[in-house]
Structures are given as C-alpha cells and as structure tokens.
C-alpha cells in the first residue's frame, strides 16, 4: 500500500506524526508537502494534490490534514473520483472505507490529538470497503458527479 500526504500549515505537525507512524508499519508514503508549519499557504493547493496523486493512481489513498481537516477535504473532494471522509473518531473512520470506500482520509489537528489521530489513521488503513449495497450508493454519488461535471 502507497499513501498520498498533505497538509497545510495548520495540519503539518499532524501530517509528520502520521507519516513516522505509516513508516513505522512499513507502508510508502509520499508527501506532497507543505513543508513547515510556519510559513501560511492554501489548504486547497494540497487538497488538490493529494488527489490528483489518487486518482492518477501514483498512490493507492491520500491523508490530508489542516487545522480542522474540513478545508482540505473539500478541496479534494472537488477532484472527481475522490472520496474524502473527515474523521474524528474510530467508528466513523471504519465505516468511511466499510460502506463509503472513501479513497482519502482528512484530520484536523487542531481538533484531534495524536494518539485519536493515529488510532484513526490505523483503523482506516486496516478496513476494506464491503461492497455489495454500499456498492450501489457509492456508485449513485458516482453518477451525481457525473451529471453535474457534464
Ligand atoms: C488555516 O488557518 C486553517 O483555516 C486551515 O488549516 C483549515 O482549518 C481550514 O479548513
């Protein structure tokens, strides 16, 4: 598995905890930036990037995080094809692959702390999607894009 990782500023201290921890589990990451938590930039450049990387498959998923995890989520979210959940408990990070196959995961971490976040970060990349139902509803969000990109 290849994870995809961005961030803004705000999300920078969080996106480093997270890439330690993939590394830690032997997962590939690539980081698509920024670089510092000091310097302010726009959420959506990364959003952006993260999500080009998945839906041209140079990586498998992408984690985003910035200071709520809400701004970057729905810059990627605007690339089509992308599905990215913003998560702040376990649960929801199960069934964000369990029944929506979200392909990208947001963190805010100025609303998380770090052993939540991580615990997040490993329920999401240790859940597969169920398919059958949840296939349909995926594929109806799917055909809503499509009608509106037309
Ligand atoms: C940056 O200050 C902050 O607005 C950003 O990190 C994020 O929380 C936006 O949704």
């Known amino acids: 598995m290849k994870i995809?990782?961005?961030c803004d500023h705000g999300g920078y201290n969080l996106k480093l905890e997270i890439m330690?921890?993939?590394?830690?589990?032997?997962?590939?990451?690539?980081?698509y930036g920024t670089n510092n938590a000091e310097e302010s930039v726009d959420y959506p450049i990364f959003g952006e990037k993260v999500a080009d990387a998945v839906i041209s498959k140079d990586v498998d998923y992408g984690i985003v995080c910035c200071g709520t995890g809400i701004g970057i989520s729905l810059a990627a979210n605007k690339v089509p094809g992308i599905r990215c959940a913003v998560v702040s408990d376990v649960f929801s990070a199960k069934m964000s692959k369990a029944h929506n196959n979200a392909n990208m995961l947001s963190l805010g971490e100025r609303v998380l702390g770090r052993g939540l976040a991580l615990e997040i970060v490993d329920a999401?990349?240790?859940t597969d999607f169920e398919g059958d139902r949840h296939s349909r509803r995926v594929n109806m969000i799917t055909d809503i894009?499509?009608?509106?990109?037309?």
């Open 20 to 31: 330690r921890y993939l590394e830690s589990k032997n997962i590939e990451v690539v980081d």
């Open 145 to 150: 894009e499509d009608k509106h990109n037309k």
């Open 4 to 6: 995809g990782l961005g």
């Open 124 to 126: 999401w990349i240790n």
